[in-house]
Each structure stands twice: as C-alpha cells, then as structure tokens.
Antibody
Framework: QVQLQESGPGLVKPSETLSLTCTVS????????WSWIRQVPGRGLEYIGY???????DYNPSLESRVTISVDTSKNQFSLKLRSVTAADTAVYYC????????????WGQGTLVTGSS | DIQMTQSPSTLSASVGERVTITCRAS??????LAWYQQKAGKAPKLLIY???TLESGVPSRFSGSGSGTEFTLTISSLQPDDFATYYC????????FGQGTRLDIK
C-alpha cells in the first residue's frame, strides 16, 4: 500500500521560505506524477504544482514565481519550496500522487499545517 | 483558469436518503472530472474519476455522471459514514477544484 508523509516546519516567518518534503513508501516514485495541494483552513483546495520522476515540473500560474518543486528518486522523496511567505500562505499542505499529468489524485498524504507568522 | 462551481454549498439529509451534488465547469472539460470525500482533519479520498468511474474499494452507492460542463455525484442511500465534505476536481488542462459541498445530518 502506497503511503505519503509530509514533513517540515509548522511555522514560517513572513518573507522566509516554506520547505516541505513528502516521503513515499510502499512503492516507487518512478513513473508517477507527484503533486502539492494546499487548503486554507475552512476553505477549498488549491493545486500548487507537480513534479515527474524525471524532474519535469509545472506550477499553478498564480504561485509560479514563488514555487519550486523537486524530486529525489534515491530517497523516494519530493519537495516543495515556497518563497516570500505571507500570512495568506497559511494552509494545510498535502502531497499526492497521480499516474498521469494533471489527472485524478489517488493517494494523498495526511497533510501538514504550515502557519506564516512571526 | 477553469472555474468549478458546486451546488449546494451545504446539504442536510437523513440516513437512507438519496442525495445529489452538482458541479459545473466554466467551460467544457469533456469527462475529465473527479470527486473526493473529505472528513474533518483528513486528506481527501478519491471516489470517482473520469466523471463516472468508481475508484476501487468505494461503495457502489456512490455514482457519478455528466460530461461537458455539468456533472453530478449521487449517493443512492446515505450511510452514517457519508457525512463529510465533497469536492469536484477538473483535470482538463490545469487542475482546479470546486469550493466543496458539506453534507450534514438532518
């Protein structure tokens, strides 16, 4: 059974960089697309972007200037960096998997709350 | 961006009832639509993809239909475990989600 687990700091100061890692277990990171999605508390879901196992990426245009997603196949992990954080970036961040680009997401991590505050 | 609009935003129903949630796209997305169930404090769970294909392990009381711009999720006979928030997701190009429909116990 594939499992995804997010990890990283729960508090990020304004103007600093949010960094999260998603560790994939129970399956290989190869041949899948790996995404980050966030959910502002009490609100809906926002797609941040994805990385393919070969390093190809695509990002939500509204966040593209601040986002980098990368993959480390040797560790079965992929990561999110969001620069210049503000309070508006406070959200639960999820990692998730799809078999093809921009497709349904069949496995999700449990989510991690990141607060942008000093 | 393709905007996804769900209705209603909140729905109150009783165990055993049949309920329908609608998702409308701002432009045609063919059948590139998924439905998820989310319970408080948990990640979304995939229910249906490609508008009408039931994900493995999901009870058959869930069904999806539609194409183009209008889609529905139907639960044929509500069970206590079904009270949750439901989201649609389009993946025709850049992926976007609906705002959610909260299903409450009447």
């Amino acid at each position: 059974q594939v499992q995804l687990q997010e990890s990283g700091p729960g508090l990020v100061k304004p103007s600093e960089t949010l960094s999260l890692t998603c560790t994939v277990s129970g399956g290989s990171i190869s041949n899948y697309y790996w995404s980050w999605i966030r959910q502002v508390p009490g609100r809906g879901l926002e797609y941040i972007g994805y990385v393919y196992h070969n390093g190809n990426t695509d990002y939500n245009p509204s966040l593209e200037s601040r986002v980098t997603i990368s993959v480390d196949t040797s560790k079965n992990q992929f990561s999110l960096k969001l620069r210049s954080v503000t309070a508006a970036d406070t959200a639960v961040y999820y990692c998730a998997r799809s078999m093809l680009v921009m497709q349904w997401l069949d496995y999700w991590g449990q989510g991690t709350l990141v607060t942008g505050s000093s | 961006d393709i905007q996804m609009t769900q209705s209603p935003s909140t729905l109150s129903a009783s165990v055993g009832e049949r309920v329908t949630i609608t998702c409308r796209a701002s432009q045609s997305i063919s059948s590139w639509l998924a439905w998820y169930q989310q319970k408080a404090g948990k990640a979304p769970k995939l229910l249906i993809y490609d508008a009408s294909t039931l994900e493995s392990g999901v009870p058959s009381r869930f069904s999806g239909s539609g194409s183009g711009t209008e889609f529905t999720l139907t639960i044929s006979s509500l069970q206590p475990d079904d009270f949750a928030t439901y989201y649609c997701q389009q993946y025709n190009g850049y992926s976007t989600f609906g705002q959610g429909t909260r299903l409450d116990i009447k």
